[in-house]
């Protein structure tokens, strides 16, 4: 006589779990009968997820260790303080979720988050969204605290989102400092995070692997294209901007993860040009981290020969009309090779950017000349200064306000593929599927068939999540 299968409670609450990508330095999540453990490692906060409905285990709790108690799906309500915290809550839909954004509201991109900002009386907003800024005073962080604590005291419910410089310690905060992932992929990661506060870790394990899926298609097309080709002939990048009166601040890469620049060079098989050991000077600003910059003479000396200049601000045309001199000797600006980070705006680079990452990877490997040559990708990020105009992040579908956010996608053929397949109208023969094009997705046909898709699954989850 067969046992009847008992089926363990922890697996019915939590079927979905979310597991960190193995370059994830700073997010762990362990899953337990009744409860989840988000742990933020760089901040060293803990945070009890319970199930809602049940009891939080008491000796858990009574122990000290968590920094946050929270129900979860969490429904009540959210603060945000920083622009990288817009995207992964867009992307599981909980828009709805966000009562307020702590900072200035011109630095936000989202146009669906703009819309909920603002309260305009002529329909281009529904006010819905608080906005807790002092513009006569905007870094007066005791009208900050001031501004946050009555905020808290009108909803008892809400979680306030710390950015990793913000108030980390503060009642009612969970903190996220995803910006300070050593990769890409583990950036992103932290989208697992976000999911854990609504038991949606499987839309968000989904979404994951299906966007490190594209990046490493970009980074393997790449190393096949530069295999045989010497470190000191492929192609060189000069990621460079200027502080108006301090100096030049340059790329510094001793390793491929030093910084984020760093790494998309290396998956694009290209090389970054650092500041060499003794040119420049620094600044610490009171601070522990220490800052370089160069003087115009030892910026000129260093980039002056580097085919593509990666010009990381909005900030180009004021500094090319103070020092055009110097600058029309440098080759990238002889050839047109400049690229500025407004091809979706001017502030999106530090917001959506951040969960499009296998795009910004097909967008720097198109410049320098190694995605796969059967692929065509239109650059999404990076805009070339000289030839195309400033981005913008486009309209917000006030009716779809509450679906997923889902973001361009760099479309990728793996080399492997297309040369393998024969002559035909199928992948890597010329075709034209949305597989062989290898197009960041936006407003095409087949863009949209692909949002739908995605929103399709997204709901599913959704729903799933509220009915267990």
């Given at each position: 006589?067969?046992?009847?299968?008992?089926?363990?409670?922890?697996?019915?609450?939590?079927?979905?779990?979310?597991?960190?990508?193995?370059?994830?330095?700073y997010?762990?999540?362990?899953?337990?009968?009744?409860?989840?453990?988000?742990?933020?490692?760089?901040?060293?906060?803990?945070?009890?997820?319970?199930?809602?409905?049940?009891?939080?285990?008491?000796?858990?709790?009574?122990?000290?260790k968590?920094?946050?108690?929270?129900?979860?799906?969490?429904?009540?309500?959210?603060?945000?303080?920083?622009?990288?915290?817009?995207?992964?809550?867009?992307?599981?839909?909980r828009?709805?979720?966000?009562?307020?954004?702590?900072?200035?509201?011109?630095?936000?991109s989202?146009p669906?988050?703009?819309?909920?900002?603002?309260?305009?009386?002529?329909?281009?907003?529904?006010?819905?969204?608080?906005?807790?800024?002092?513009?006569?005073?905007?870094?007066?962080?005791?009208?900050?605290?001031?501004?946050?604590?009555?905020?808290?005291?009108?909803?008892?419910?809400?979680?306030?989102?710390?950015?990793?410089?913000?108030?980390?310690?503060?009642?009612?905060h969970?903190?996220?400092?995803?910006?300070?992932?050593r990769?890409?992929?583990?950036?992103?990661?932290?989208?697992?995070?976000?999911?854990?506060?609504?038991?949606?870790?499987?839309?968000?394990?989904?979404?994951?692997?299906?966007?490190?899926?594209?990046?490493?298609?970009?980074?393997?097309?790449?190393?096949?294209?530069?295999?045989?080709?010497a470190?000191d002939?492929?192609?060189r990048?000069?990621?460079?901007?200027?502080?108006?009166?301090?100096?030049?601040?340059?790329?510094?890469?001793?390793?491929?993860?030093?910084?984020?620049?760093?790494?998309?060079?290396?998956?694009?098989?290209?090389?970054?040009?650092?500041?060499?050991?003794g040119?420049?000077?620094n600044?610490?600003?009171?601070?522990?981290?220490?800052?370089?910059?160069?003087?115009?003479?030892?910026?000129?000396?260093?980039?002056?020969?580097?085919?593509?200049?990666?010009?990381?601000?909005?900030?180009f045309?004021?500094?090319?009309?103070?020092?055009?001199?110097?600058?029309?000797?440098?080759?990238?600006?002889?050839?047109?090779?400049?690229?500025?980070?407004?091809?979706?705006?001017?502030?999106?680079?530090?917001?959506?950017?951040?969960?499009?990452?296998?795009?910004?990877a097909?967008?720097?490997?198109?410049?320098?000349?190694?995605?796969?040559?059967?692929?065509?990708?239109?650059?999404?990020?990076?805009?070339?200064?000289?030839?195309?105009?400033?981005?913008?992040?486009?309209?917000?579908?006030?009716?779809?306000?509450?679906?997923?956010?889902?973001?361009?996608?760099?479309?990728?053929?793996?080399?492997?593929?297309?040369?393998?397949?024969?002559?035909?109208?199928?992948?890597?023969?010329?075709?034209?599927?949305?597989?062989?094009?290898?197009?960041?997705?936006?407003?095409?046909?087949?863009?949209?068939?692909?949002?739908?898709s995605v929103?399709?699954?997204?709901?599913a989850?959704?729903?799933?999540?509220?009915?267990?």
């Amino acid at each position: 006589m067969h046992r009847p299968i008992r089926i363990r409670r922890r697996d019915r609450l939590f079927p979905q779990k979310f597991v960190p990508d193995e370059t994830t330095d700073y997010l762990s999540v362990s899953y337990h009968n009744t409860y989840k453990i988000v742990t933020n490692l760089y901040s060293d906060k803990s945070y009890l997820l319970y199930q809602c409905g049940t009891e939080p285990p008491t000796d858990e709790v009574s122990s000290g260790k968590y920094h946050v108690v929270l129900p979860v799906p969490h429904v009540g309500g959210l603060a945000i303080t920083e622009t990288p915290q817009i995207p992964p809550l867009e992307i599981l839909a909980r828009r709805s979720e966000i009562l307020a954004y702590i900072g200035d509201p011109k630095l936000v991109s989202s146009p669906c988050l703009q819309y909920l900002m603002n309260d305009d009386d002529d329909g281009t907003g529904s006010g819905t969204i608080e906005t807790i800024f002092y513009p006569d005073d905007p870094y007066n962080q005791t009208l900050i605290d001031t501004g946050v604590h009555e905020f808290l005291m009108r909803n008892p419910n809400a979680i306030v989102l710390a950015g990793v410089f913000g108030n980390v310690d503060g009642k009612h905060h969970i903190s996220d400092p995803q910006t300070q992932e050593r990769t890409a992929v583990a950036t992103f990661d932290w989208l697992g995070m976000y999911a854990a506060l609504f038991n949606l870790e499987g839309m968000a394990n989904d979404i994951i692997a299906e966007t490190k899926s594209r990046y490493e298609c970009a980074a393997r097309n790449a190393a096949s294209l530069t295999s045989d080709v010497a470190e000191d002939e492929k192609p060189r990048i000069l990621w460079a901007e200027y502080f108006d009166g301090i100096g030049w601040s340059i790329a510094d890469c001793p390793t491929w993860d030093a910084a984020y620049y760093c790494e998309y060079a290396h998956q694009c098989g290209a090389s970054i040009v650092s500041r060499p050991e003794g040119m420049g000077f620094n600044e610490s600003y009171g601070g522990e981290e220490v800052y370089w910059y160069l003087t115009d003479d030892e910026f000129l000396q260093l980039g002056k020969d580097v085919e593509t200049w990666i010009y990381p601000s909005p900030t180009f045309s004021d500094v090319y009309d103070q020092k055009s001199e110097i600058l029309d000797q440098f080759v990238s600006v002889e050839k047109g090779q400049v690229y500025d980070t407004q091809g979706e705006g001017p502030f999106g680079w530090h917001e959506q950017r951040l969960a499009e990452y296998d795009v910004v990877a097909l967008d720097l490997c198109s410049i320098v000349g190694t995605v796969n040559p059967t692929n065509v990708h239109n650059r999404r990020w990076f805009r070339n200064y000289f030839t195309e105009p400033i981005g913008s992040p486009g309209t917000c579908d006030v009716d779809s306000i509450d679906m997923p956010y889902v973001p361009a996608k760099g479309m990728c053929t793996p080399i492997a593929m297309t040369t393998t397949t024969t002559t035909g109208g199928g992948v890597g023969s010329g075709g034209t599927s949305a597989e062989a094009e290898g197009v960041a997705q936006g407003t095409s046909a087949a863009g949209n068939l692909a949002m739908m898709s995605v929103q399709a699954v997204a709901v599913a989850w959704i729903t799933s999540a509220l009915l267990a």
